[in-house]
Structure formats: C-alpha cells, structure tokens
Nanobody
Framework: QVQVVESGGGLVRAGGSLRLSCTAS????????MGWFRQVPGKEREGVSY????????YYADSVKGRFTIFRDNTKNTLHLQMNSLKPEDTAMYYC????????????????????WGQGTQVTVSS
C-alpha cells in the first residue's frame, strides 16, 4: 500500500523559513517524479515545484522562484521543500505528490498526472 506523508508545516512570520518534508512508502521512489502543490480554500490547487527522478532537474512556479528549493533523497524515500523569505500569500495547505516517470526527462506539471497524494500540511505566514 502506497503512503505519502507530509510534515513540517506550521506558523511563521513573514520573512521566515520552513522546511517541508514528504516520505513515500510502498513504491519504488526513485522511479517517481515528485511535486509540491498548494491550495487555499476557495481556490484551485496550484503547482509549486517539481523534481525529476534523480533530483537533477527542478521546476518552480514563478511566484516561488528564488525563494523555494525542492530536493530529494532517494536513499531515504524523502522529498523536501525549503521555503525561505516566506510571504503571507504563501499561506496554504501544501501537498506532496508522486508521479510515475518513465525517464529522467519526464517531469509532469499537471496534477492529473500525479498518482499518489499526501494529506497535506498547513503553512501559515503572518504579516
């Protein structure tokens, strides 16, 4: 049974930092591209950042580019999102997701291509 579990959310002041973590079990982690998404109540879920199977290729939404860093440790089946210079508009529920990737070049950026999702971790940034 596949499980995806996020952790690391919390309350932080604007300008602060948080590191989100995601652990995936029950799957061959190194064959999955991974992504972080976020959602605010009443709005559609948006992609934040994506990473390929090996971790060598990363992609970021324009809104977080230069502030967030995605990375993974395939030896520990973990994914991380380092979030710096947080802004109130970063407040959201953050979700980790896994997508089967058939090559190093396959990094889905459409949430419909993601096969497994975690329950989410709340990030709240106060002004």
């Amino acid at each position: 049974q596949v499980q995806v579990v996020e952790s690391g959310g919390g309350l932080v002041r604007a300008g602060g930092s948080l590191r989100l973590s995601c652990t995936a079990s029950g799957l061959n982690f190194e064959t999955y591209a991974m992504g972080w998404f976020r959602q605010v109540p009443g709005k559609e879920r948006e992609g934040v950042s994506y990473i390929n199977r090996s971790g060598g290729s990363t992609y970021y939404a324009d809104s977080v580019k230069g502030r967030f860093t995605i990375f993974r440790d395939n030896t520990k089946n973990t994914l991380h999102l380092q979030m710096n210079s947080l802004k109130p508009e970063d407040t959201a529920m953050y979700y980790c997701a896994a997508a089967r990737a058939y090559s190093e070049y396959n990094v889905p950026r459409n949430e419909r291509q993601y096969n497994y999702w975690g329950q989410g971790t709340q990030v709240t940034v106060s002004s």
